[in-house]
């Protein structure tokens, strides 16, 4: 018995660093070095740091629950309200059958990237450098690459977002360029500080919004009525409506340890994925029911119609909230501004996939990513500023069909190859393509799930046979053909 114990001590000695992993930070992390020539960097106390994992020792920050802040602020905003709004006016559901899948998706959705927030105190490793252990260190750039494209578009959409919003305050004397740019320069700050703003920030964001949106609830609830839609509701429209809200929540695995890996590693795994949860499902639940409460009842209120007409979403915001004159609009400037605690946190992330994608690139402070990832998040968001609700539902749409097979994939390499067990990810080997897997594995199992996936697709490019009686399933079937490929 005593054997025993001493063994165990001794296992956990060497996984938190007690013994000699063999890691040499000073050989291995040239960013520091980057990092302390420039002036700018110095002065604000910005994080340099990129992708190089974190070391044991280095995990000291002990507030586990900071990760319910970053997910909670992240989404308490008018991104989610806008995804809510989506039932009703795009695929014609009613408010209850929108609630319900809202509510249901969003219940299993959260899973995924509240678990992966667990990697992170354990591997010490962000998200995409972690993925390297399942789809090895050249192919690892591919759904890195993927999910570079997925932020930018969500960061995209959230531009025009506050863009608009801010736009429809002035009665169109503000341009919406000029909001996009001030949303994107807020955001870049932020998330050019890194760590430490980062998670300051994400901490009081969502204070002001829910207040906001509390506040709106009581001007506009009266207006609320639940009025039946056209028709009853369909599989394909409930199950279409689902996936865009699946793709809205399970995109968050993609970087999720990326806010964990400063976190202790004795932090117990189930507290992080509680408050990671947690932080995920209330925000986004609730702030999409609300929108999908206000867009069923669009058409009753003539100041709202008029507003959503004239600037989307944002002119729906600054009609509910128009009865409080001058001061809803100050609220409806805060409220265009709420996107930036869910742009800086993707910025932040963007910034470390560029590392991933181009390997040379990782002796680079990670800051200077920020900066090229502002660079042409601003011109994209100006060119597609015009389209918002047909870029978000196909945008939604499209992007759950890989970050599912991505989720999918590392998730059994974790439970199944590995048996779940932190000590078989050897930090030392995370830059050393020879002892890495290969990952085609990864990549077949992937290609074998879109096989299926093209036949239950339902989007505006391309609907599948089955999809055509259906709706989008690709959600439900992406996984079925990966366990035996594995």
């Known amino acids: 018995m005593e054997t025993g114990h001493k063994s165990d001590l001794e296992e956990m000695k060497v996984l938190a660093g007690e013994a000699d992993s063999g ?3 000073r050989e291995t992390n040239p960013t520091h070095a980057w990092g302390s020539k420039w002036l700018l960097v110095r002065l604000l106390d910005v994080e340099s740091r990129g992708i190089l994992p974190t070391l044991p020792k280095e995990r000291t920050d002990p507030q586990f629950y900071k990760v319910f802040f970053i997910w909670l602020s992240a989404n308490c905003n008018i991104l989610s309200f806008s995804a809510g709004t989506v039932g009703p006016l795009v695929f014609e559901l009613g408010f209850r059958d929108s609630a319900l899948v809202i509510f249901g998706f969003n219940v299993i959705g959260c899973l995924l990237p509240g678990y992966f927030s667990t990697f992170g105190p354990k591997t010490g490793m962000r998200q995409m450098v972690q993925a390297r252990y399942t789809w090895g260190y050249h192919l690892a750039a591919l759904p890195a690459l993927l999910n570079a494209a997925t932020m930018m578009g969500f960061m995209i959409l959230n531009c025009i977002l506050g863009g608009e919003t801010l736009a429809s305050v002035s009665d169109g004397s503000l341009s919406w360029n000029v909001g996009i740019v001030i949303i994107a320069i807020v955001s870049l700050f932020i998330s050019f500080c890194g760590y430490r703003v980062l998670n300051w920030y994400e901490r009081i964001a969502w204070l002001p919004i829910l207040i906001i949106f509390i506040i709106a609830l009581g001007i506009g609830g009266k207006h609320l009525s639940d009025a039946p839609p056209p028709a009853p509701a369909t599989a394909r429209q409930v199950l279409s409506f689902g996936s865009t809200i699946a ?6 695995c993609a970087l999720s340890s990326d806010f964990t890996n400063y976190m202790r590693f004795e ?5 992080v994925f509680v408050w990671s949860y947690a932080g995920l499902i ?5 702030v999409q029911i609300l929108g999908a409460a206000f867009a069923a009842s669009l058409t009753s209120v003539d100041s709202w119609s008029a507003g959503y007409d004239a600037y989307s979403v944002g002119g729906l915001l600054h009609g509910i909230l128009s009865p409080a004159k001058g001061f809803g609009s100050f609220l409806t400037v805060l ?6 605690a869910n742009v800086a946190p993707t910025l932040y992330s963007f910034s470390l996939n560029f590392q991933v994608i181009f390997p040379p690139l990782h002796n680079l402070p990670r800051p200077v990513f920020s900066l090229i990832a502002s ?3 601003i011109p994209l968001s100006i060119v597609g500023k015009t389209r918002f609700y047909l870029n978000l539902v196909n945008f939604l749409g499209i992007i759950g069909y890989w970050v599912g097979c991505f989720g999918a994939t590392v998730l059994m390499e974790h439970l199944i190859m590995r048996k779940g067990r932190w000590e078989r990810y050897d930090a030392s080997i995370w830059d050393k393509p020879r002892q890495l897997p290969v990952g085609l594995a990864a990549l077949v199992a992937s290609a074998g799930s879109f096989s299926l996936i093209w036949a239950v697709m339902d989007q505006v490019w391309w609907v599948g046979p089955i999809a055509k009686t259906t709706g989008d399933i690709g959600f439900e079937v992406r996984d079925l053909p990966r366990p035996s490929l594995k």
């Open 335 to 340: 409220l265009s501004l709420s996107v930036s």
């Open 282 to 286: 209330l925000p986004i639940t609730l």
């Open 267 to 271: 932090t117990p795994s189930w507290k």
């Open 23 to 25: 890691y040499d930070e």
């Open 247 to 252: 793709g809205f929540v399970i995109s968050w």
């Open 375 to 377: 660079a042409i998040l």
